[in-house]
Structures are given as C-alpha cells and as structure tokens.
C-alpha cells in the first residue's frame, strides 16, 4: 500500500524506528573504500567520484536530518548510534569523493555535539587515524585529513559544543599545556617547506597569545631560537610572517614580545634584524625597520649596547675573513713559485 504523509505534530523519528533507520543507513554508506592508486596526487590529480553519489547523497543527508532532529533523544539514539557506527564515520573520511567527505564532517560533528558520551572516543579515534598517517608506512596517504583536523580545530575553539566550550577545548587553552605544544611544534618543524612554515607560525601565534609568563619562560630560550631562524630565512615569506608578529598588539603589550623580555630578546634576534632591514623585498625591510625601532623606544640603552656589540663582531669576523682570505692567496702564490 502507498506510505501516507504523517500528520501534523506527529513524531517521525520514534524510538520504534531508530533501529531501522540506522540498518539502512549502515547496509548503505559503510562499505569499504576502493583502494587508491599509487601515483595519485591530490594536489594534481581530479579525485575519483564515487559513481554511486546520487545514492548515497540521499541517504547521507536522511542521516544528517535524524542526527540533527529534535525528535531524537541522544539517551535512546545511543543504543542504536553506537561506537561502532562513529569508527565507521571516521574510517569512511578516507574516501576520494570530497562531496562524501563534506557530508561525514558535517554529521561527525553533530554527533559530537549531540551525543556527549562519544566525545572522548572520538576524539581519540581520530587521534588514532593521524598517528597512523604520521608513523605507519602504509598508511602515508589519508584523504580526510584535512577534515578530520576542521574538526578537531572547531572542538579545541569551542565549537563543538553550543552550549559553552567544550571539554578538549577547556584541555586544550589550559596554559599548562601551550609548553608541550610549542615544543611539539618546534620538533616537527616544517624546515625544509617554507609554506608550510608560514601555516607553522600561524598556528603559533595563536598559542602564543594564551602563553602565560611562567609558562614563557620555561621556554623562553627555545622560542627565542625559533625566532632567530625564522628571522634570517633566506625566504623572504617565512621572514615577513615571523616579523608580523610585533604587530600584534597583545603580544608586544603583555605578551612574549613585550618590553619587559626585550633585553633577552632583542639580542637573540638582532643579527637577523640586522640584515633583513637592508633585505631586497620592501616589505620585509619595512618590517624589520620597525621592530629595531620598536626595540629602540623600549630601552634605549640596551638597543645601543646590543647594536654596538654587534658592529664589534661583524668587525672582527670580517678582519678574520679577510686573514683568512689573505691566507689562502699567499699559500697559493707560494704554490705557484714551487712549480
């Protein structure tokens, strides 16, 4: 017989029905993937549409309507939206499709909002599929890793939960923390990949401004050599991204970059400094101009004494170069007359 429309105010989504909307939900989008070829290149290459799209298109925004529903009570949903059902999300990020991988962020995270028990296991599952990406041999290809990390960004912002911030988040802006993180992100540092530096120091910045002092400075020394480096990048976009940092107001105010740290700052940086502020590139001179300014203003004294000290050993290394240039002739010249 033909299936009658429900009538007005009547419940759809009823505890009767949750086991059979999730079958079919499982019977339709888990399945397992096609294994990628190997010299495919997602920056290159077009992805390979799943050919079955108009299908499971249906039946993935069906699911993202049940999961948002306000007839659907996570206290009974969870018997039948189980772990088991949210591993299988995850594991499904990895298809090829990004129309695919759009849908599961958006029904991951209303999961994770709706379903409170699950926030643990899944942020850990998804802590899992990036260890497995960044340690396992054959796992060196993932194609949902950049979802995957929305997520886990939205959670740590608070947005995985409308009511307040989140518990990773509350984990994850506990000063405490910012040390161990940098120091992560110091050890993995992109070195060879000015890009992806230049998404580093982004990143970094952000933590930096949730650093307390204590936490400073028990990586005060570390920090400094970050800058240092990243200062005197022989890429002009890494060196123009490290400088604008002492144009955030809060970091030069109270932060790492203020006047208080400028006597062991300013000379940790200023043979970089010094040489980006002749630097080719405009911007990056005008930039590097304005921090030694800065400097300057802070403490007069210690701009002058960290200036002078440092003409004093461009000084002497230049007389050792020449010595040593000087050197190199003679005993070629004396070379020459032997023969």
């Not at 018997?79 to 090829?96: A, G, N, P, R, Y």
Request: charged share 25%.
């Amino acid at each position: 017989p033909p299936l009658t429309p429900p009538q007005a105010g009547q419940k759809i989504f009823t505890e009767n029905t949750m086991p059979d909307v999730v079958a079919m939900v499982k019977a339709n989008i888990v399945r397992a993937l096609p294994k990628c070829s190997d010299d495919f290149d997602p920056e290159e290459d077009e992805p390979n549409l799943e050919p079955s799209w108009p299908h499971l298109q249906v039946v993935y925004e069906f699911f993202l309507r049940f999961v948002v529903s306000g007839e659907v009570n996570a206290k009974q949903a969870k018997k039948f939206v189980d772990q088991q059902l949210c591993m299988s999300v995850i594991d499904l990020f990895d298809s090829e499709d990004p129309r695919e991988r759009d849908y599961l962020k958006t029904i991951l995270h209303r999961i994770y909002g709706k379903f409170m028990t699950y926030r643990s296991y899944i942020r850990k599952a998804i802590s899992n599929v990036f260890y497995g990406f960044v340690y396992e041999a054959e796992c060196k290809r993932h194609n949902g890793i950049g979802e995957l990390l929305e997520i886990l960004g939205s959670i740590i912002n608070g947005g995985g939960d409308r009511g307040g911030a989140s518990e990773a988040s509350k984990e994850k802006k506990d000063p405490d923390t910012a040390v161990e993180i940098i120091r992560g992100l110091i050890k993995f540092w992109p070195w060879l990949n000015s890009q992806k530096q230049v998404v580093m120091m982004n990143e970094l910045e952000e933590i930096l401004e949730f650093l307390g002092h204590e936490q400073l400075m028990v990586i005060r020394d570390e920090l400094w050599n970050l800058f240092k480096w990243q200062i005197g990048s022989t890429h002009f976009q890494v060196s123009e991204r490290v400088l604008f940092l002492w144009n955030n107001e809060h970091l030069v105010n109270s932060g790492c970059l203020s006047r208080q740290l400028a006597d062991s700052l300013f000379p940790a940086i200023y043979p970089e400094l010094k040489v980006k502020m002749d630097h080719w590139n405009p911007t990056v001179s005008k930039l590097a101009q304005s921090v030694d300014k800065m400097y300057q203003e802070f403490d007069g004294s210690n701009w002058e004494k960290v200036t002078s000290a440092e003409a004093v050993n461009t000084e002497e290394e230049e007389a050792a170069e020449r010595a040593k240039n000087w050197s190199a002739l003679e005993e070629m010249a004396v070379a020459n007359r032997k023969k």
